[in-house]
Structures are given as structure tokens and as C-alpha cells.
């Protein structure tokens, strides 16, 4: 099962410079000038997992088979980009495409690198976003709203005045320049929103980029996720080793990279978890959304699985570290054969049983 986080901003706040740090790659263009990312550049990266290595060591596997996220680094907005300004048409479709939006804000402070509003002011940045995916979704809901007004005054009222019920209720919070994820909506509804595939529906989270050596920065929102990074240090940490990094954190006085933070915080956003498969092949983490029930978590592996699921050996990780893997687990009493209703959980070391 795949993730995909898409990052946007406006032009010039660092988006492609983190991108590039965050798949340690220089595929971005990461030029002065508005619109230098005008196709999507797309990087998977492994999610470090410090479970894996403890694993591996119990099963003596073979092989390690971290989980992966994408990040999906989308052309910067401008202001009227729900009217088609700069690169709006195409930079809206693109963020349509992804699972959450790791929304980049500028709070450094560099003459070098132009801001396409000649100021620094990261919530002035975010509203303007905001505006445009909020007038976006405006636009998208008074076409279907239309359609089905027009449609209830016929034979097809019964189906299409619930509709329209709903579709209203949208309408109203985006004109209050609410995003659409903060109405309470109950199945039905959700199902008519989704079809919609609204922007402001999506999880959205912000990453704050400030200048080298500065973890302070100013709060944009008062429910939104928000993590703090400096794109520029996080492009220096991309050129060295993974040991020279970790030494140069350390000596920063820095615990997590902005990688890090930043998978962590979308893990939260998208509500996932990680589950683990373990032997002398390999030890594989998988990802699955928080709530998915065995069959499904099997099917993650291979989609018979979610029909062939017959039951499934379950035991958290650190117990069978400490027991020392699945030849001894079963003495220690702290395996449990699970059935179809077991809802997996984070840290779950998991061998299904599935009917050939």
C-alpha cells in the first residue's frame, strides 16, 4: 500500500531544496525564479524504522525490506491560481493526486533567493494557499450544486435532494474560508464529498522553513500539524554519510532530521501504522491506515491473502526480541492466534495463516 505526501508553497519558499534533501537526489530544480518545478518530481523514500535492525538480528534474516513513502514535490502557486494564474490549472490537478499535503511556508531570511512577494511572512504565505485551494473547491462545488438542483425539481428529487442538502453545507463552510475537513460529516455525506475530490478535504500539515540553527518559528494554525525544518541544513545533511549526519545532528544538538519529522508528522496525518513480517527471508515492514483488520493487513502483502485469510500469529516486537523470534515466542505465552475481527496495531510482528 502506497502514501504519497505532495509538497507545496509558494514559489521560492524552499519546497524543491527540501525535496532534494528529503530523497537525497538533485532531480528538483531548485532555481530562483518563480516556476522553476513546473512537472511533478516524484522521490519514494525508506521509512527509517530502529524496530527493522532488532528484528533482523532475532531472525538472523537475510534481507531488510524497510516500508516507503512518497513525496511528490508539486510547482509553486500564486495568487489566482483557482482563476489559472502561473501554473494553477496544473499545479491544482497534481496536488488532486496525492494522499496529504505537507503544505512549505518560508520563515528564513535570504536576499539571495527572491520571494515572490518581495516579503517573509509565513502566514501571509499559507492564506494565500488556503484562499486558492478553498476557491478551487468553490468552484467545483457550485458545478455540482447546480447540476443537482436542477436534477431534484424532476423525477429524480428523492436522489438528488439529499444531495443538495449536503452539497450546501460544503458550499457554506468553504465561503467561511474553512477547509472542507473540518466539517462533521456522517457516512453518507462522506461518500458524495469524496466523490467531489475536494483540496481542502485532504490531511494537510505545515512545514515551516527557517534559517540554519533556528528552531523557533511562528505558529500558523491552531488545529493544523506543523513541524519545523531548515531546508538548507537538511541539503547539507543529504551530501554526507548517513554516519557523518548523524554526527553532524549531534553536534547541532539536533535529535531528528527534518526527514524524519517530517515522516513522522505525516504518518500522524494519515493516520497509518506499521506492522512487521519477520523470518530467516527477510523482515519487512509493512504500512497499513490505523483500524485495518487482519484480512486486510494480509492483503497488503498479496491481495489473495484477504480472501485466503484463515488466522494470524500475533506477538508485539519488543516481545519477540526478547524471546528471540518465533522458535521460542510460543513458550514465553505471549503469541496469540488472532481471527478475522483483530484490528492490527503499530509494532505488531505478524505470521498469517492463509488457505492455499
Not at 13 to 25: H, M, W, Y
Not at 204 to 217: F, I, K, P
Not at 309 to 334: H, P, Q
Amino acid at each position: 500500500m502506497s502514501f504519497s505526501i505532495g509538497i507545496v508553497g509558494l514559489p521560492n519558499v524552499g519546497k524543491s531544496t527540501l525535496f532534494n534533501a528529503l530523497t537525497r537526489s538533485k532531480q528538483a530544480n531548485a532555481a530562483n525564479y518563480p516556476f522553476c518545478t513546473i512537472d511533478p518530481n516524484v522521490g519514494v523514500v525508506e521509512v527509517p524504522d530502529e524496530r527493522l535492525k532488532k528484528l533482523t538480528e532475532v531472525s538472523k534474516s537475510e534481507k531488510t525490506v524497510p516500508t516507503t513513502i512518497e513525496f511528490v514535490d508539486i510547482a509553486g502557486l500564486v495568487k489566482g491560481a483557482s482563476e489559472g494564474e502561473g501554473l494553477g490549472n496544473k499545479f491544482l490537478s497534481h496536488i488532486r493526486e496525492v494522499d496529504a499535503i505537507a503544505q512549505v511556508v518560508r520563515a528564513f531570511s535570504d536576499d539571495n533567493v527572491i520571494h515572490v512577494h518581495n516579503r517573509v511572512d509565513p502566514k501571509d504565505d499559507a492564506d494565500i494557499i488556503n484562499t486558492e485551494l478553498a476557491l478551487a473547491d468553490l468552484q467545483t462545488v457550485e458545478k455540482r450544486l447546480e447540476n443537482a438542483k436542477r436534477m431534484a425539481k424532476g423525477a429524480g428529487a428523492k436522489e438528488y435532494a439529499p444531495q443538495v442538502e449536503i452539497l450546501e453545507k460544503v458550499f457554506n463552510c468553504l465561503q467561511e474560508s474553512k477547509p472542507a475537513r473540518e466539517l462533521v460529516l456522517n457516512d453518507d455525506e462522506k461518500k458524495v464529498v469524496a466523490g467531489l475530490q475536494l483540496l481542502t478535504m485532504k490531511p494537510m500539515l505545515y512545514v515551516v522553513n527557517v534559517d540554519e540553527g533556528n528552531s523557533v518559528a511562528p505558529r500558523i494554525s491552531e488545529t493544523a500539524e506543523q513541524i519545523t525544518v531548515s531546508a538548507k541544513l537538511e541539503a547539507e545533511l543529504a551530501d554526507l554519510s548517513v554516519e557523518e549526519a548523524r554526527q553532524y545532528l549531534k553536534e547541532l544538538g539536533i535529535e531528528q532530521t527534518g526527514l524524519d519529522k517530517l515522516i513522522v508528522a505525516g504518518y500522524k496525518l494519515l493516520k497509518l501504522v506499521t506492522y512487521f513480517t519477520s523470518g530467516e527471508p527477510e523482515t519487512k515492514a509493512w504500512t497499513i491506515v490505523d483500524g485495518t483488520k487482519a484480512p486486510d493487513a494480509a492483503g497488503v502483502i498479496h491481495t489473495d491473502f484477504v480472501k485466503g485469510f484463515v488466522k494470524a500469529d500475533v506477538v508485539d516486537w519488543k516481545d519477540f526480541v526478547s524471546a528471540g523470534g518465533w522458535s521460542k515466542i510460543k513458550e514465553t505465552g505471549k503469541a496469540r492466534l488472532e481471527g478475522k475481527d483483530y484490528v492490527v496495531k503499530d509494532g505488531d510482528v505478524c505470521y498469517f495463516h492463509i488457505a492455499a
